[in-house]
């Protein structure tokens, strides 16, 4: 014959599956305490780094803006002295460093010659010193330009003569490497000045040393 259960031990197995659901159903809410906790814990870290990447976009655009906003500043030749540095692969940074500009009315060329007069050499020289005081390693675009008087191959040529008299003083007298130069000419397409008077012919005979690194 079964025996059967006492309501003694009826009460306490009752009692043991209350504490057993009771203990279950804690350690079911502690785990989901515990998961929403650190699922926060990741929406805030994933919300940080968006805030971060985000901050780092707009400084991004404005320094693009910024830059973009300089370069337009940049004379037309000095954008082509650019573009063509950067396509001859003689750049480290493409950017633009400095100009200086040797006028007639500044170093005073003299009227159909090349050569370089004392004070042209003394402007060439103060801008190389400068340079290698701060151990630049640029590269520099020598322009030649001219005013409107004579046929327009012969100011590119005499343009190109200016410009390469820079050049060969500033490798063979201060010490500038060769490739580390180029010449060009713009003869009269880019005056700067009105070529109808003496004064703007002056301005528009000059040579042009953009510096880019």
Known sequence: MRKSLTPAIVL???AALTLTGCATKKYVNEQVAAGDQLTMQKVGEVQSSVET?????????AKNAKLQEYYNSLSQETKD????????GKLAEGS????????????KFA???????????????????????????????????????????????LGYKRA?????YMNVELGVPMHRMNVTSYGEYKPIADNG?????????????????
């Open 111 to 157: 009227f159909n010659r090349a050569d370089l007069t004392a004070e042209a050499k003394a402007e060439i020289e103060t801008l190389v010193n400068g340079l290698k005081s701060k151990n630049a390693d640029v590269y520099v675009e020598i322009q030649g330009h001219t005013d409107s008087t004579g046929s327009e191959q012969y100011n590119l040529q």
């Open 53 to 61: 990447n985000q901050k780092a976009i707009s400084d991004l655009e």
């Open 96 to 107: 633009f460093v400095d100009e200086v500009v040797l006028t007639d009315d500044k170093v």
């Open 197 to 213: 008077t003496r004064e703007g012919r002056a301005q528009n005979r000059r040579v042009s040393l953009v510096v880019m690194k």
């Open 81 to 88: 002295a650019l573009r063509r540095a950067e396509e001859a």
């Open 164 to 168: 390469k008299q820079v050049m060969e």
């Open 12 to 14: 306490m197995c009752v």
